[in-house]
């Protein structure tokens, strides 16, 4: 990508006068400097920006912030360039994903370095984009080919697009030109790559409808079938006006969808209506590309729903059958919402050669994410080589990840290969990068954009064909501001960011977690447990666990150890739980205070959310509004 023309957006005249200057030495075309988002957008309108340098305050009541989302729509990068260091501007100024940040006072160096940086990430997400368009024409045309049902075939097909366009839910249905629906199905998500199919019979069945009130529901109008993205308000909006699409959202708790419909040669019109748990998760880049593939889908949905029309025997629940080898993520246990987000970035970056840096608390299992990326992508032939860079002595790190000659110093006996040499043509994983001594940053941010390294007293560069993940536990803008942290290497490093949620928040997961573990250490130790005990889990659910899955493990160890006669004792549960749990109270209870018990518990766990990912509906496995109606029903205050 060429970045020649660039736009600066600052309201301080000699900021914008030294930027100016700077540019045009380095040889760049500054097509205009503005001092309001209005005057930014004017000039936006009259040129072809290939970047912009954007001021967090301007003049005007708009800030540069709310410029960067305008340019998030126009895909226009832009680096902010701001003396302010307020916690919540930047966290602000984050969700833009702007291709850099440079802090007041600047170095020249400081713009030109962040200009080649940007240029990098948008040459990075333009191939990622490239890549995905590619692989969904390929994937439609084959699965097309194949010898399955039209059900199988636009299943598979809907699971395919899940890791570039996110949902929980699709509904899609055939239009005829007489406005007549035909092939209504629903595909709910169940876990990594298992999808379940059901038709508008099935529905019907489950919501407890009739025909006729199925029909007053659903009706035909625009906002079933224009092209659009709903988030937000929008999404509010929509439901009124499409009592359909309300009562999708409301029995599977979503909150944005994305409705794209496909015009086939014969008239008809095929609708996909994206739904996700995650709210304002669509956006243009989405639709795009949907309309990339329009001229592929139409072709052949025509074929596939011939197929429906010729009255191929409708196969109801039926489930995908086109998961990922086991291996690819042997373990990474659990399916809630905001761990299938984890493994849907993974797959989309797996086969590239970008780096990826994961973050996320101790414990959550950083250093199997990257592994898993490893397994998936074309150099699962060559090692992966893990550096925990907090474990290595100040004295030895250089020689250690770079190597050194014979002689190099006082007791270099002998040549040694470093961490980046033995890694070639495979993967170095960095966990704990923010512990990296400074100095020795600017030689890893050498390694990535040159591809070799030097050897301690080598006299000539190594080359080295590579792939780099880095994880971290630390906050690394933080870490920047204190200046323990080079801008330009997390940058460059942060391309691809995975964060990976902390246990307590993909709670869901936990009965899947304690299971793993009660099968892999009970095992091991040579005990014979069957189950875990209602009362043992319910303690289990109640903790927060701030040493998340890694506490979890050694808390299952422990209490497998301490187990008798086959049977998990919550008692053994050293937990620091401070509330006395209802269910070990003696007495008998009702049914109604059982279950007024049980909600109010799960309402504590999920800090009083109701609807949405994580929120107790989601846990308790019933519609929001069937939970806010017992709520109210059992005097529940929240």
Same mark, same amino acid.
């Given at each position: 990508m060429k970045i020649e023309k660039i736009l600066i957006v600052e309201d301080e005249f000699i900021v914008a006068h030294d930027l100016q200057m700077i540019l045009q030495r380095a040889g760049y075309q500054v097509v205009g400097i503005a001092d309001s988002v209005k005057n930014a957008q004017t000039l936006l309108e009259k040129h072809q920006v290939g970047l912009v340098l954007l001021d967090i305050y301007l003049k005007g009541r708009l800030t540069g912030i709310d410029l960067a989302h305008d340019l998030m729509k126009r895909e226009i990068p832009f680096i902010y360039i701001s003396a302010n260091s307020n916690e919540r501007v930047l966290e602000a100024a984050k969700s833009t994903c702007p291709y850099g940040f440079i802090v007041k006072p600047y170095r020249e160096r400081d713009i030109l370095l962040s200009i080649d940086i940007a240029r990098y990430r948008k040459e990075n997400s333009n191939n990622m984009k490239m890549s995905s368009e590619r692989f969904m024409q390929d994937f439609i045309v084959d699965i097309s080919m194949k010898s399955l049902s039209w059900q199988k075939k636009i299943l598979a097909i809907s699971a395919a697009f899940q890791p570039y366009i996110p949902f929980d839910f699709i509904a899609l249905s055939g239009i005829a030109r007489d406005k007549r629906r035909y092939g209504e199905i629903g595909i709910t998500r169940k876990n990594f790559d298992q999808y379940d199919l059901f038709t508008a019979n099935e529905f019907l069945k489950y919501m407890g409808l009739s025909r006729a009130d199925y029909d007053t529901i659903n009706q035909l109008v625009p906002e079933t079938t224009a092209d659009a993205i709903y988030i937000g308000d929008d999404f509010e909006g929509v439901k009124r006006a499409a009592p359909m699409k309300n009562l999708i959202a409301t029995t599977y708790h979503l909150y944005s969808n994305l409705v794209k419909t496909f015009y086939l040669e014969n008239g008809d019109q095929i609708s996909f209506s994206f739904y996700s748990r995650t709210e304002n998760i669509y +956006?243009?880049?989405?639709?795009?590309?949907?309309?990339?593939? *329009? #001229?592929?889908? !139409?072709?052949?949905?025509?074929?596939?729903?011939?197929? !429906?029309?010729? #009255?191929?025997? *409708?196969?109801?629940? +039926?489930? *995908?059958?086109y998961p990922l080898a086991k291996k690819d993520f042997e373990n990474i246990i659990g399916k809630s919402t905001a761990l299938l987000s984890v493994l849907d970035k993974i797959k989309i970056v797996a086969p590239t050669d970008t780096s990826v840096l994961i973050t996320g608390e101790s414990g959550t299992g950083k250093e199997e994410i990257a592994k898993s990326i490893h397994r998936l992508s074309h150099r699962n032939t060559k090692p992966i080589v893990a550096v925990n860079c907090a474990a290595l002595p100040a004295d030895l790190i250089e020689s250690i990840l770079f190597g050194h000659e014979k002689g190099a110093f006082t007791g270099a006996i002998n040549s040694r290969v470093g961490k980046f040499e033995e890694a070639n043509g495979g993967t170095i994983f960095l966990d704990e990068i923010g512990e990296m001594p400074f100095d020795l940053q600017a030689k890893l941010l050498r390694v990535l954009q040159e591809k070799e390294i030097e050897r301690i007293g080598g006299k000539q560069p190594v080359k080295v064909d590579l792939r780099i993940i880095a994880a971290t536990n630390l906050n690394l803008e933080k870490e920047i501001a204190k200046g323990r942290f080079r801008l330009d290497l997390f940058y460059r490093l942060n391309v691809f960011p995975i964060h990976v949620p902390k246990l307590c928040m993909r709670k869901t997961d936990i009965p899947l977690l304690a299971e793993y573990f009660l099968q892999k250490h009970a095992k091991a130790v040579g005990k014979n447990i069957a189950e875990i005990p209602t009362d043992f889990m319910d303690r289990l659910m109640l903790y927060d666990w701030p040493g998340n899955i890694r506490e979890l493990e050694h808390v299952m160890l422990r209490s497998i150890l301490l187990s008798s006669n086959g049977v998990l004792n919550p008692d053994h549960l050293e937990l620091g739980i401070k509330k006395e749990d209802p269910l070990t109270q003696n007495g008998i209870k009702t049914i109604i205070d059982n279950e007024r018990d049980h909600i109010i518990r799960v309402l504590e766990l999920c800090k009083g959310k109701v609807a949405g990912s994580g929120g107790a509906a989601e846990l308790l496995g019933i519609p929001a509004t069937t939970l806010n109606s017992k709520i109210k029903k059992l005097g529940i205050k929240r």
């Open positions: +956006q243009p880049a989405h639709m795009e590309l949907l309309n990339f593939l *329009s #001229g592929t889908l !139409e072709k052949k949905l025509a074929h596939i729903i011939e197929l !429906e029309k010729a #009255g191929i025997k *409708s196969v109801l629940h +039926q489930e *995908s059958d």
